[in-house]
């Protein structure tokens, strides 16, 4: 009798089990959540469905707003000629809770919630694995989305969400139809938006200091993952509501976020109201080679700052505003203000000086405002002696060569 025979008549050391020994009851999901399944041609999976009518604000802007915007504005928002001119009701709002936030092909997304405009309001739909066996189903649905849809919206998901979600359609051996579409991303207009004042350009942080909405007795985002395990582990989904609850206020957030950024760029006076965010709209416009809606940006944040380092800044950035638009005499106004202003920086008297060398060809004018400067360092010096040494050696070099210009000037 040989070794093989031998152990199958001991019969098995331990007892049979399957792989998977977690138990399979996912039915009580519909208890605390209101939806219901969802089957395709790849399984099943539950699917949720809240309307928010129109009017509904999510803080002190309505989800409906966005419908009043202007769709080439969101070209410039979203720095994507693809984007100008879409039809913002065919637009899917995106967002997901996942298994991890790391990423990588061992994260899923559980959840994914989806934001449409329908005739009634803006339509929230989530699509929930309630195990790793429902996750082609539910990326059949997402797929039959992605080609209606005609752009993305998103909080990240550049980066994250549609990155992750790719990986899935690639590891299920799925066509991923959302690759070639134009895609929002409204973390990067967030930032060059708000990060001035706020700092912290998180959706959260942003939905409550701007849009004035804060989530109360919302749900952690770092807990989520381990909720789902013990939801997959146990089948028990009482802990499950509070997941979906932020997964929809992420989704209705991106519409009323999307719609004020949209005002602000078509009636920035009715909407922006902080001196550092008329600051940060001017650079970008600036950055856009819009250089007079610049100006009036900058002129805005002068009316509101009181604090005299924030003016010399401001002015600063409506002096080079001016110079790249080659509005000299309006540049020259500015720059001489500054000046005027005591500030610590030479920056304005070094650009009088070019202008009056280079462009009026006012040698004399020009060796005047290098004196001044000088005049000005000599002052500075005795409060930050070494930050000034370069800057005197310049300005010398250039009042000597000034000076050889006026005199040669004054001979011819």
Same mark, same amino acid.
Request: no cysteine; proline share 5%.
């Given at each position: 009798m040989d070794l093989r025979e031998k152990l199958s008549r001991m019969g098995p050391a331990f007892p049979q089990r399957s792989m998977d020994s977690r138990p399979r009851i996912r039915s009580d999901i519909h208890v605390h959540v209101c939806g219901e399944m969802m089957e395709n041609e790849r399984g099943a999976f539950f699917h949720a469905v809240e309307v928010y009518p129109f009017d509904h604000c999510?803080?002190? +802007?309505?989800?409906g707003r966005l419908l009043e915007v202007d769709p080439s504005v969101f070209g410039i928002i979203g720095r994507d000629p693809a984007l100008g001119g879409l039809d913002m009701r065919r637009a899917l709002f995106l967002d997901t809770e996942t298994t991890g936030l790391a990423g990588g092909t061992g994260t899923l997304p559980f959840l994914i919630g989806l934001g449409t405009y329908a005739d009634n309001g803006f339509r929230v739909e989530q699509l929930f694995m309630r195990d790793w066996d429902e996750e082609q189903a539910v990326l059949e649905e997402l797929r039959s989305r992605f080609e209606k849809a005609e752009c993305l919206v998103s909080y990240n998901g550049r980066a994250f969400d549609m990155s992750l979600i790719h990986t899935r359609f690639l590891l299920s051996r799925m066509r991923n139809p959302a690759l070639n579409l134009p895609h929002l991303d409204l973390l990067y207009p967030a930032r060059r938006m708000w990060r001035r004042r706020l700092g912290d350009c998180s959706l959260t942080s942003i939905e409550k200091s701007v849009l004035g909405f804060e989530r109360a007795g919302d749900i952690p985002g770092f807990l989520i993952p381990s909720l789902y395990f013990e939801y997959v582990r146990t089948g028990r989904a009482g802990n499950l509501a509070p997941v979906f609850r932020h997964n929809r206020w992420d989704i209705v957030a991106l519409a009323a976020l999307s719609g004020l950024m949209g005002l602000i760029h078509m009636e920035p006076e009715a909407h922006v109201r902080h001196a550092p965010d008329w600051i940060s709209l001017g650079r970008s416009y600036e950055q856009e080679l819009r250089i007079e809606q610049a100006s009036v940006c900058y002129r805005q944040a002068l009316d509101l700052s009181p604090a005299s380092d924030q003016r010399a800044e401001i002015l600063s950035l409506l002096g080079f505003a001016f110079k790249r638009s080659a509005d000299?005499?309006?540049? +020259?106004? +500015?720059?001489? !203000?500054?000046? !005027?202003? !005591?500030a610590f920086s030479i920056t304005p008297y070094e650009e009088l000086a070019k202008y009056y060398e280079h462009r009026a060809a006012n040698y004399q004018a020009a060796a005047d405002i290098v004196r001044r400067a000088l005049a000005r360092i000599s002052v500075l010096s005795e409060l930050r002696p070494e930050q000034y040494l370069e800057d005197r050696k310049d300005l010398e070099y250039r009042l000597a060569r000034l000076e050889r210009k006026s005199r040669k000037s004054s001979r011819s």
């Open positions: 999510h803080g002190e +802007v309505p989800v000299w005499t309006r540049a +020259v106004e +500015v720059w001489e !203000q500054l000046a !005027q202003s !005591q």
